[in-house]
């Protein structure tokens, strides 16, 4: 397994999937942030076709743990909306950017040549408080602000890019879903 360390949480990936922390690298270092156009990205951009399905997931990482309260308003006002969904249509053209400038990394992810993935997945996986149960939590976000985000992240993004997105917790994901966090 490969392991990533972001916001005191381990995420554990299969070795056979191509794993770039994309806010850390040095091509997005060195070459994006200084051109100073305000492109953002997400934690992980990862490609992998462990089932024949070839996919691109973007992973977007928010610990709210101690932070619930100050980051309640940007929820409520789709800030952290409008956020994600930069984050993730600007990570694809750093990707597209990072292939076309020959970086090895992007090279293989690349998703912007004949050999496209299947399908694009953006996963918000956000950590909040656990003062409530798992059970609990899904009641309360049947008509929370967490519901609202994911309903409107995901009319936005699959009716306009065919991108599908949910938000995932460590006390959400199954044994089917292929990473691990700690």
Not at 13 to 34: A, G, Q
Not at 93 to 115: M, R
Request: glycine share 2%.
């Amino acid at each position: 397994m490969q392991i990533f360390s972001e916001n005191d949480l381990d995420f554990s990936f299969p070795n056979n999937w191509h794993v770039i922390k994309l806010d850390d690298h040095e091509f997005y270092r060195r070459n994006i942030e200084p051109i100073g156009a305000n492109l953002k990205s997400v934690d992980f951009l990862i490609r992998h076709n462990d089932t024949g399905f070839d996919k691109l997931l973007l992973i977007e990482v928010k610990d709210f743990r101690g932070y619930a309260v100050a980051n309640r308003k940007r929820q409520a006002n789709g800030e952290l909306i409008q956020e994600i969904i930069e984050k993730a249509l600007h990570s694809i053209t750093i990707n597209y950017l990072g292939h076309f400038n020959q970086i090895p990394e992007f090279k293989i992810i690349n998703t912007l040549t004949n050999n496209s993935p299947n399908e694009i997945n953006l996963i918000l996986f956000l950590e909040e408080d656990n003062s409530l149960t798992l059970r609990q939590k899904q009641l309360f976000y049947s008509n929370s602000l967490r519901n609202n985000i994911e309903i409107k992240i995901k009319q936005r993004l699959w009716k306009n890019a065919s991108i599908k997105f949910r938000i995932l917790s460590r006390e959400e994901l199954r044994d089917r879903d292929e990473f691990k966090v700690n």
